[in-house]
């Protein structure tokens, strides 16, 4: 069976600094990967996914940055965090775009 | 833009009640997901239901895509059923998620 796995589960880290979250998906081959930001409140909001390796589509401008170093592997980066980075980040898969999507635990990220 | 909109925003029931969740959507649709979001945040599938009805237990889901909307049943309520329920829909590669109903079940 597919498996999802994000880590860290929480981050604190203070304005300017770096980030990497990872995540990997287990069970699958080429699978569609997905990152998604849940801020305060209840939406989400797709930032970025990818067909393949080294294939990045990002939704929305910002201050992040992705990457697929793996075919089961997809990396959230930013150079210097801001304030407003800080939310709750899911990492999703699925076999296909038209198909029904799985999400990782999750990394809660708090800038201070 | 294509829009999703659930309600009711919040929801408190008595444990053993029944109730239902509504999602309406602007647009045609081929790719509608429930999610119930947990105390810890974790997105739990619930349906895959771009059309008809589907059951799982306590839980049922009936999606109308000719009239653009999606109920989901919740019966026999249980405090384990607290949390945010979502749905969402597919719409230009990515799931747009509605706001959520933040069920909460009293013991």
């Known amino acids: 069976s597919q498996t999802i796995h994000q880590w860290p589960a929480t981050l604190v880290q203070p304005v300017g600094s770096p980030l990497s979250l990872e995540c990997t998906v287990e069970?699958?081959?080429?699978?569609?990967l997905y990152w998604y930001r849940q801020a305060a409140g209840r939406g989400l909001q797709l930032l970025f996914y990818s067909v393949g390796i080294g294939q990045i589509s990002s939704e929305v401008p910002q201050n992040l940055s992705a990457s697929r170093p793996q075919d089961r592997q997809f990396i959230l980066s930013s150079k210097k965090l801001l304030l407003s980075d800080s939310g709750f980040y899911l990492c999703a898969w699925s076999v296909g775009e038209l198909y029904e999507q799985y999400f990782g635990p999750g990394t809660r990220l708090t800038v201070t | 833009g294509i829009q999703v909109e659930q309600s009711p925003p919040d929801l408190i029931l008595q444990e053993g009640a029944n109730s239902t969740l509504r999602c309406n959507f602007s647009d045609s649709v081929n790719n509608l997901q429930w999610f119930h979001q947990n105390p810890w945040g974790q997105l739990i599938n619930l349906f895959y239901i771009p059309s008809g009805t589907k059951q799982n237990g306590r839980l049922s889901a009936t999606t109308v895509a000719t009239e653009r909307y999606s109920l989901l049943y919740i019966s026999s309520s249980q405090t384990t059923d607290s949390g945010v329920y979502f749905c969402a829909k597919l719409g230009g590669g990515k799931l747009i998620f509605g706001q959520g109903t933040e069920l909460s079940v009293k013991p």
């Open positions: 069970g699958t081959s080429n699978p569609n």
